[in-house]
């Protein structure tokens, strides 16, 4: 199958969000995933290189690739979607990815949110490995408001703690609002992100002080000493890590999944998925009395201009994604022809 493509300069390329989705669905699919779970999984990878999240983008790819060789998830898992109550949704993943699962409850939550103005989704026995803010956003363009949280594998130290616990446990959040493009941010509660740290260990580049310490707990901006038996520290001190506590506990104690230090994939060498859970909280802002939510949203993007912010959560993913609507994705040259061997 052709894949669309114009050279941007000699080490780049530019290719469309179609031709990326359609090259990443066949790697899924060559590497053992089902259809089904390999567009999934392509078009959300897709989005995050579309949207300038590279280290959650194509970079991930033999992260998952690895994993699925490794036989320590299911890439033709069926998800099981459990009608709980007037509320809540439960899916039983299958030892597969989460974001299947959640397309699997999709329907079915906004249809309890609108109902109840409040419904709650509990994935369990699932594999996460992707930015957050993709499970939310359509939500908020579909006039709702979404928090999700999910746990991942442990390389956090709690704050006043000697030894990793927590994973970098993200939250994501997205609400929609009058005349501008929904308000979403993604954030992990660790100082910085697991995948941007193995970015820069791999360009050789070092980080700012506060991010991680070494094997020996001392702190360092070594992302190699980080990755290499030391570990990543929470943000904010005790505040990120009480919102990383939160995030267990919402993510894997409430979902029935598992936390981050639960799961053993020693006997799976290559696995890189965390095996774990997500919760996500959906709300029908309508069901509210007074003025229309998006329009009180946007009133306080009116006044966070006002008082001299430039640049709110998401708005450069929204300039990149712009960007490559119009123009493509440019990725790597050398990337993109490793995505080819794939297929082969």
């Known amino acids: 199958m052709s894949t669309p493509s114009k050279v941007v300069e000699s080490s780049?390329?530019?290719?469309?969000?179609?031709?990326?989705?359609?090259?990443?669905?066949?790697?899924?699919?060559?590497?053992?995933?089902?259809?089904?779970?390999?567009?999934i999984l392509a078009h959300n990878c897709a989005s995050a290189e579309r949207d300038g999240a590279h280290s959650h983008g194509i970079f991930r790819i033999p992260g998952y690739l690895s994993t699925l060789a490794s036989g320590w998830v299911d890439g033709r898992a069926v998800p099981q979607v459990t009608d709980v109550a007037s509320g809540f949704v439960r899916v039983d993943a299958g030892n597969g990815f989460a974001q299947p699962a959640l397309e699997a409850a999709r329907a079915l939550l906004v249809e309890k949110a609108r109902s109840a103005g409040i419904a709650l989704l509990a994935i369990h026995n699932s594999h996460h490995f992707a930015a957050l803010w993709p499970d939310v956003e359509p939500f908020a363009e579909q006039g709702l408001v979404a928090l999700s949280v999910v746990n991942s594998m442990t390389c956090v130290v709690p704050h006043g703690a000697d030894r990793p616990l927590f994973g970098t446990n993200p939250i994501a959040f997205a609400a929609?609002?009058?005349?501008?493009?929904?308000?979403?941010?993604?954030?992990?509660?660790?100082?910085?992100?697991?995948?941007?740290v193995q970015i820069a260990a791999r360009k050789g580049e070092r980080l700012p002080p506060g991010m991680g310490v070494?094997?020996?707990?001392?702190?360092?901006?070594?992302?190699?000493?980080?990755?290499?038996?030391?570990?990543?520290?929470?943000?904010?001190?005790?505040?990120?890590?009480?919102?990383?506590?939160?995030v267990e506990l919402l993510a894997a104690a409430l979902t029935g999944g598992n936390f981050s230090f639960e799961f053993n994939w020693s006997d799976h060498p290559g696995a890189r998925t965390p095996w774990t859970g997500q919760l996500l909280i959906v709300i029908d802002p309508s069901k509210t009395a007074g003025q229309s939510f998006a329009e009180r949203s946007q009133e306080l993007v009116r006044q966070m201009h006002a008082a001299g912010l430039r640049r709110l959560p998401g708005d450069r993913r929204h300039r990149t994604r712009a960007k490559s609507q119009q123009e493509g994705i440019e990725i790597d040259a050398e990337e993109l022809q490793q995505l080819r061997k794939w297929i082969l």
């Open 12 to 39: 780049t390329v530019s290719i469309s969000f179609s031709a990326l989705v359609a090259l990443l669905q066949q790697v899924f699919e060559r590497h053992g995933t089902s259809p089904e779970v390999a567009a």
């Open 176 to 196: 929609p609002r009058a005349d501008g493009l929904p308000i979403v941010f993604d954030l992990a509660t660790s100082a910085i992100a697991h995948g941007d």
């Open 214 to 246: 070494d094997g020996l707990g001392q702190p360092t901006q070594d992302p190699k000493a980080i990755l290499e038996g030391g570990a990543l520290l929470p943000f904010g001190g005790h505040k990120g890590s009480a919102l990383s506590m939160m």
